[in-house]
């Protein structure tokens, strides 16, 4: 017989969200598989489970992205030089294998190159992670065949970080798992996985923000320090972090974390530094010294006004522009109705980066995408963006045609590439503008909708408030009232019945 322990009314497990009860244009698509899963299916009975699901989606879409690079690898990447501009097959992998000496078996930041780049200009992790493709790529044969196994040893690699990052953003919002599937099916990821390297520090930060999710502070903090020797961007999202542990007074776990990251960064880069420091600082004193470059905001400005822009000016710029971000989000985080969800002002200090920096390559919206999905998890918005990326996606290529194929000016003129641009900065600041919305109305945020506080938390899910500033010192002081089942601060994020008149 169960015992009361087993029985208590008060004590249920929450149902997970369907998002083809919750969201009309994934229930159109589901039209496609059957329809939307009805209110008697059996649900947690078969090998298939969602995270299972999102996992295999990631993997055939990330298949279907090699395809697309199939005419590169076929010939594109070698002979003529437009030919993987038209085809929108480019990809970085291939020409730096050779660029950087690693067909010549030279050890990064330790070997001078011939040529214009004296060091390899990547972070140390992303480094390493090179430098493994190199050896596992045969050395026999011609250049060109060398070049094509390195490439296809690098996708098998990234494909594993595109299956962690699917992965981790299933499992971060545990009655959410299906919005794993918004990255898994994300056009832009798909096109833009095998361009570079960003898988690698996209998948540590997934995985970083799923060990927060489950109070791991000191494993998030290694993770993010792990994956800014792989790339800077990852460490900024200790920066809302910060806000939010202020917010709620969770210190300890902060500076576990900020440990965590500072100790993992110094592992891998002390050593690099210390025995080969010119090399070690090529990526900071490139980032610095580089121009302005395709894709970004001054490019933008300084062709349609017709004005020269330094690379010292772009980085004042940028610099001001991050900092004003940076207090704003300050100012939000603080003044918020109810605490801004992590991963919302992660998506928007990422995002705010991405557009105030002096170069936005194709596959840097890779950065964006599991964020995205977990800032704002409907489709609608999240297909709207991902829309112009590729509209981007396709305008840079196009240009780069049109620019490298003499006086027959295959693709896009400089004028449409401007509208690329531009479509990829408001599609962007779209989505920012619509994640603000939800942190400032919070009735209108989905998860919240749903009676979650903020899965992706941690210790901030359901904890109380001690410093808040503004509206949010006011009682209510917690929550913002809107339909539907209602979170109490301190309940560890759990929904319940709200009976006030």
């Known amino acids: 017989m169960p015992s009361a322990e087993t029985t208590r009314a008060s004590v249920r497990e929450p149902e997970p969200v369907r998002p083809t009860k919750e969201d009309e244009v994934a229930a159109a698509g589901s039209e496609l598989i059957g329809g939307p899963i009805g209110r008697r299916a059996l649900l947690g009975s078969s090998w298939w489970t969602p995270v299972r699901v999102v996992a295999l989606v990631a993997i055939a879409m990330f298949a279907l992205g090699m395809v697309q690079k199939l005419p590169c690898y076929d010939g594109g990447w070698f002979f003529g030089a437009s030919t993987q501009y038209t085809h929108a097959c480019y990809s970085d992998i291939p020409h730096l294998y050779q660029g950087r000496g690693f067909a010549d078996g030279l050890v990064p930041y330790f070997d001078k190159l011939p040529g214009d780049m004296d060091y390899l200009e990547y972070p140390v992790l992303t480094g390493v992670f090179m430098e493994v493709a190199a050896w596992l790529t045969p050395g026999g044969g011609s250049i060109q065949d060398q070049e094509q196994i390195y490439w296809m040893v690098n996708a098998g690699m990234l494909m594993v970080c595109a299956a962690v990052i699917a992965v981790s953003t299933a499992r971060l919002h545990r009655r959410r798992p299906w919005d794993g599937l918004l990255v898994a099916l994300a056009p832009a990821f798909a096109l833009t996985a095998t361009i570079n390297w960003d898988l690698l520090a996209v998948a540590l930060l997934a995985a970083a923000m799923l060990m927060w ?54 592992v891998v880069n002390l050593p690099v530094m210390y025995l080969a420091p010119e090399g070690w600082a090529k990526f900071y004193s490139f980032s610095h010294d580089r121009g302005v470059d395709f894709g970004s905001v001054f490019l933008f400005l300084s062709t349609w006004f017709k004005i020269s822009i330094t690379p010292d000016t772009a980085n004042a710029w940028a610099l001001f522009l991050m900092v004003l971000v940076c207090v704003g989000m300050t100012a939000l985080t603080l003044t918020a109705p109810r605490r801004p969800r992590f991963v919302q002002l992660a998506f928007l200090i990422v995002a705010a980066f991405i557009l105030t920096n002096k170069v936005y390559s194709p596959q840097y919206v890779l950065w964006l995408v599991p964020l995205a999905a977990l800032a704002r998890p409907r489709w609608r918005d999240f297909l709207i963006w991902q829309a112009c990326e590729v509209a981007y996606f396709l305008g840079i290529w196009m240009y780069l045609a049109y620019t490298t194929s003499g006086d027959a000016h295959k693709g896009l003129s400089s004028q449409g590439y401007q509208i690329a641009i531009a479509v990829h900065l408001l599609g962007t600041l779209y989505l920012c503008a619509v994640v603000v919305r939800d942190i400032l109305m919070p009735e209108r945020d989905v998860v919240r909708k749903a009676g979650d506080d903020d899965p992706s938390g941690g210790v901030l899910d359901g904890a109380e408030d001690v410093f808040v500033l503004g509206a949010a010192a006011r009682p209510p002081r917690h929550a913002a009232h809107f339909d539907g089942p209602q979170v109490r601060w301190g309940n560890g994020g759990v929904a319940v019945e709200d009976r006030s008149p």
């Open 213 to 266: 999710s489950r109070g791991r502070a000191l494993a998030f903090g290694i993770l993010i320090g792990l994956a800014t020797a792989a790339k800077f961007y990852p460490f900024l999202v200790m920066g809302p972090l910060l806000v939010l542990c202020w917010r709620a007074g969770r210190w300890r776990e902060f500076g576990t974390a900020l440990m965590g990251a500072v100790g993992a960064w110094l």
